[in-house]
């Protein structure tokens, strides 16, 4: 037996290591049950020094017109992959585009010279809290219920999620299809 095989973590080995990583990402995104399901929670890295923003402001962020926090540090957008609820519901509430009026407002902005990039695109809610928690300037939307402890959710107009009348409560997008 050569000293390489015996470096090779074997099948049972790596099987072990890769449920211990699903494990440790479920528990990565435990829900925050502060916040109602269904509602769109506002995610910031928790270095942001804002509490909260108004919807006029969020949309500025969103669309790339406000590209600095207050505080002076850049504003890193954040977005699900297309068929995502969470991109769904960004482009219907906030961006009013569709797909590819989406893709093409990001390009036409980039060519523009007006941003230097598009929004980080990520599959799952797992990968927006990772990028989220490690990235300076970070925002994202994700289901409130998804949030997990530790990082900082704004007020939409002085609300939270799972409030009476806040702005991102995702039933009012399913009902206007």
Known sequence: ??????????????????????????????????????????????????????????????????????SGQPVTLIVRAPVAAERTF??????????????????AKVFRAEATSGPRVVVSNVESVELVSVLS???????ASDVPAGLKVLQVDGLLPGSKNYALKQVAVAAAE
């Open 1 to 70: 037996m050569s000293s390489r095989a015996v470096l090779r973590p074997g099948r049972a080995l790596r099987r072990w290591l890769a449920a211990a990583s699903l494990a440790a990402a479920a528990m990565l995104v435990a829900p925050l049950t502060a916040h109602a399901s269904g509602d769109i929670a506002v995610v910031v890295n928790p270095d942001v020094k804002v509490e909260g923003v108004t919807f006029t402001e969020l949309r500025k962020i969103l669309l790339g017109n406000r590209q600095f926090w207050p």
């Open 90 to 107: 960004l482009l219907k509430k906030v961006y009013d585009m569709s797909e590819a009026q989406y893709r093409q407002y990001w390009i």
């Open 137 to 143: 300037g970070a925002i994202v939307l994700m289901d």
